[in-house]
């Protein structure tokens, strides 16, 4: 029967995108995308994800690429540029499910030094019973120690939780940790997907 419903952050509760901040400094997507793709890449981000100082990461870039120093400098500066709005649908979802008895809780890949800047602006992250930021206990989805770590924390047993993410490769890390998994695209989609779900389980 499951009980608890758990859902990452970026593309499934709030928008972020590099591009919202980028493409406007740069004047081009092009060129957005060149310099995500060869300066700033996911990879490099991935670091602060799992814990990594910003200031170490950045120091260290700007050390490799001193050309790009003031768009390094931007990345960290303006980050809050980068978030969008909140996913549609995905507020009232949240609060539908834990008003009907649901544990609703949350687990990101997402630096701790840039999540805490922006948490308050969204009030879906208020709703929730409990959260695992990626950047506070240094471990990453897909990986099964960071799911076991929110169970542990919460008092929740795997069989009866859910976990709902926009990348595939998360999904099926989460089922390899003995949860069940939803992979997300909208949220009447998920909606339909968390009531069937739920109704096999009673």
């Known amino acids: 029967m499951i009980k608890n419903i758990i859902f990452d952050f970026g593309a499934v509760l709030v928008d972020w995108n590099p591009h919202y901040l980028f493409d406007d400094y740069f004047g081009s997507a092009e060129k957005a995308q060149w310099f995500l793709d060869h300066i700033c890449t996911n990879d490099w981000n ?43 649908g995905m507020y009232e979802l949240v609060a539908d499910y834990k008003a009907a008895g649901y544990g609703v809780y949350g687990l990101t890949n997402w630096s701790s030094e840039t999540f805490y800047r922006i948490e308050k602006n969204y009030p879906v992250f208020a709703l929730l019973d409990g959260k695992i930021v ?69």
């Open 46 to 88: 991935r670091q602060f994800d799992g814990g990594k100082p910003f200031a170490e990461g950045l120091a260290e870039l700007t050390a490799e690429h001193p050309e790009w120093a003031c768009e390094i400098d931007v990345y960290w500066d303006q980050w809050e540029k980068m978030m969008g709005a909140a996913i549609p």
């Open 134 to 202: 990626s950047g506070d206990v240094r471990m990453l989805k897909p990986d099964a120690a960071i799911f076991h770590c929110l169970l542990d924390r919460y008092g929740l047993r795997a069989e009866e939780s859910v976990f709902i993410d926009d990348t595939l490769a998360n999904v099926e890390g989460a089922r390899r940790a003995g949860l069940e998994g939803l992979h997300f695209t909208d949220a009447p989609t998920l909606r339909k997907e968390l009531d069937s779900l739920l109704k096999k389980t009673i």
